[in-house]
């Protein structure tokens, strides 16, 4: 089974009649993979999940099914978490693109979107509030400055830290689906 918030590519390799997924424009597909820092983070957070849910089963096993509630819904939590984590980027279809953070979800029609450009300015290093002279790809919306929105991307988070040319190629990409949606 293909996990699709894994990979912009999700079956390249295929041989058969089905259709790739650049095919279906209008469903919503992140055009980067994401980083090793990002899947390395999320990684050792299931990990660390499936030693509290074994932690949890002990504790049911031994005690009672009451007492494992509180580790069983810490396990849930850091699943959670990690799936989340994994969702986290630029996404984008047909009727739009979508920013998806860690607490919230934005999404500009592309209808609204009046410029996706890249521009050389201090960027939040892996996230963290050390900031760092990198490139950004900023989104500008109609009656918005693009000063005011978060970079989409950066060339410092946790997808493209030390792989600039991946960077690149993400941001051509999402400025190549906005040139061709913006203008219909």
Do not use: K
């Not at 990002?38 to 660390?48: D, E, K, Q």
């Not at 850091?78 to 047909?94: D, K, N, T």
């Not at 929105?149 to 190629?169: C, I, K, M, Q, V």
Request: charged share 20%.
């Amino acid at each position: 089974m293909p996990l699709p918030f894994l990979t912009a590519d999700r079956v390249f390799d295929s041989t058969d009649d089905v259709a790739l997924p650049y095919d279906d424009r209008d469903r919503w597909r992140r055009p980067y993979r994401p980083g090793p820092w990002r899947v390395g983070t999320a990684a050792v957070a299931l990990l660390f999940a499936s030693f509290v849910l074994l932690a949890a089963v002990v504790i049911a096993l031994t005690d009672s099914v009451a007492a494992a509630g509180p580790v069983f819904a810490v396990a849930g939590a850091v699943i959670v978490c990690a799936v989340r984590l994994l969702r986290i980027g630029v996404w984008v279809s047909a009727s739009g693109l979508r920013h998806v953070r860690f607490f919230g979800t934005r999404t500009t029609p592309w209808e609204q979107v009046v410029t996706v450009r890249t521009v050389q300015q201090p960027v939040r290093w892996l996230g963290l509030p050390r900031a760092v002279q990198g490139q950004a790809l900023v989104l500008a919306r109609q009656g918005r400055p693009a000063e005011a929105a978060p970079p989409l991307l950066t060339s410092h988070n946790a997808d493209f830290l030390a792989r600039a040319e991946a960077f690149d190629r993400a941001a051509d990409s999402v400025e190549a689906w906005a040139e061709e949606y913006r203008h219909g």
